[in-house]
Nanobody, 130 residues
């Protein structure tokens, strides 16, 4: 059974930083994709960033480029999201998700507006105050 355990959320002032972690069990980082999505109240879920486990390729939503950095420690089966220069618009529940498809396939679906992933974890709340 795949389990994705996200942690690191919290309350931070605008301009601050947070680091999210997602520990995966039952899912080996091997030619697949893992990353982060978010959902704000009254809004649809959106992709934030994903990373391909085979070569470290990364995808970022335009809204977080230059501010967020995704990384993974394959030996620990853990993916991280370093969030800097946080804005109130970043307030959302952040979810860790993973997919058995390779990076190119997943990103191609993203570009068509499809954000289905094979596995989802419970979210962690990120609140950015102004």
């Amino acid at each position: 059974e795949v389990q994705l355990q996200a942690s690191g959320g919290g309350l931070v002032q605008a301009g601050g930083s947070l680091r999210l972690s997602c520990a995966a069990s039952g899912f080996t980082f091997d030619d697949n994709v893992i990353g982060w999505f978010r959902q704000a109240p009254g809004k649809e879920r959106e992709v934030v960033s994903v990373i391909g486990s085979s070569d470290g390729s990364t995808y970022y939503a335009d809204s977080v480029k230059g501010r967020f950095t995704i990384s993974s420690d394959n030996a620990k089966n853990t993916v991280y999201l370093q969030m800097n220069s946080l804005k109130p618009d970043d307030t959302a529940v952040y979810y860790c998700a993973a997919d058995d498809s390779d990076y190119a396939v997943v990103v191609a679906f993203f570009r068509q507006g499809y954000y289905g992933m094979d596995y989802w974890g419970k979210g962690t709340q990120v609140t950015v105050s102004s």
